[in-house]
């Protein structure tokens, strides 16, 4: 068995955690030589880009490492691939040959919804693929948790920490806008991990008299600071989500600006003075937190066996503490918003955080 490793779109941490995984239990349980590592996402099987022999010798020290050692990109869905002029075009038949010259009998993706619909495609086409769910926004459906995660998670609350003390400080409202697309995850966990006062999800728009009312009401009860975490994909009741750049024919719309929305209509009807702070790109990278490291080394094992069951088209996901294949097709097309009756948002609620609504 030859087997082809790729990372596709955006990094998360915990990338270089799969691989090692998968090269390790490919090579050691199963007796397959090498795994083919395929740089640049799906491009380095479109472009003649030279592949990486991976084995447990080339993937040392790898378990702490953050970004991909393959490296990646978001622009290269080879059924939609970008031509000089500007248009697309369907490469998805080079990605076969591609393969074959490369003698690869199968190919893990380590990727989001637009890489798992890509590896969905080309299983149709008769590629056997399997694919582990990676994104720090936590919103890939079918599985618990993708890995990448909790690490955001954890340098998000570190910063929600920091911004405490400074805004405590200044009497001040402080807005921290945080990744995450359309799902709340990020905001959420990190919004109770760091104590905000507020927290504004996606999934519930919220109104902006009632949330200038609550700071108000915490101001008068004693706490002229507050910290708000807002998920880049909040928006207001009956307004639009905020787009920094729209996207580009496949390619998703760049989300970003609603913290400093938030922080200046909150400044307005307060009359606290306001700050924002976008922690941006900062939540992928350094190195994935333990629980990263062991769901990440999880999910390589659990890919190597799927192919070695002989399966395809297929993500390996968590569910309920075990990791099994799932079909590709009850994964793409959509994704995993935060339920509103999930117990996180009922915990925040109870304990008084505001949620905007
Ligand atoms: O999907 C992961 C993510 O980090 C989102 O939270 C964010 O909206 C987006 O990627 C940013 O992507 P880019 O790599 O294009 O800046």
């Not at 393959?70 to 075009?89: K, S, V």
């Not at 400093?260 to 909150?266: E, G, R």
Request: hydrophobic share 40%.
């Amino acid at each position: 068995m030859r087997l082809g490793i790729l990372t596709g779109g955006g990094d998360a941490p915990g990338l270089n955690a799969v691989i090692r995984a998968v090269v390790r239990n490919a090579t050691r349980t199963y007796g397959w030589p090498s795994v083919v590592g395929i740089p640049e996402g799906f491009k380095g099987l479109v472009e003649p880009l030279e592949p990486i022999e991976l084995t447990p010798d080339t993937t040392r020290n790898l378990i702490n490492r953050g970004g991909t050692i393959l490296h990646t990109t978001n622009r290269a869905n080879p059924f939609q691939y970008p031509t000089p002029d500007g248009g697309y075009e369907d490469r998805s038949d080079r990605v076969l040959e591609r393969a074959e010259e490369l003698g690869l009998d199968a190919l893990v993706v380590l990727g989001g919804d637009g890489s798992l619909n890509i590896a969905h495609e080309l299983a149709q086409k008769g590629l056997t693929v399997v694919g582990t769910p990676k994104t720090i926004d936590n919103d890939i459906r079918g599985t618990d948790l993708t890995f990448g995660h909790m690490s955001a998670v954890a340098t998000a609350a570190e910063a929600l920490d920091r911004l405490h003390t400074t805004a405590e400080s200044h009497h001040r409202i402080i807005v921290v806008e945080l990744m995450g697309r359309y799902a709340g995850w990020i905001a959420l966990r990190a919004g109770l991990a760091g104590a905000a006062d507020g927290i504004l999800l996606p999934e519930i728009p919220f109104d902006l008299n009632r949330l200038c009312a609550d700071i108000r009401a915490r101001a008068r009860e004693g706490s002229p600071s507050s910290i708000i975490a807002v998920g880049e994909g909040a928006l207001p009741a009956g307004g639009a989500i905020s787009i920094q750049a729209q996207g580009s024919g496949v390619y998703q719309p760049q989300l970003g600006g609603i913290g400093a929305q938030v922080a200046q209509k909150l400044q307005e009807g307060t009359n606290l003075e306001s700050r924002v702070t976008v922690l941006g790109h900062v939540q992928r990278g350094g190195a994935p937190v333990p629980h990263d490291r062991i769901l990440a080394t999880q999910y390589g094992v659990a890919a190597v066996d799927a192919l070695a069951q002989g399966k395809s088209d297929c993500l390996v996901a968590l569910q309920r503490e075990t990791i099994e294949p799932i079909p590709l097709d009850q994964v793409v097309g959509g994704f995993r918003p935060v339920p509103l009756d999930h117990p996180l948002v009922d915990s925040a609620r109870k304990i008084g955080v505001i949620l905007g609504d």
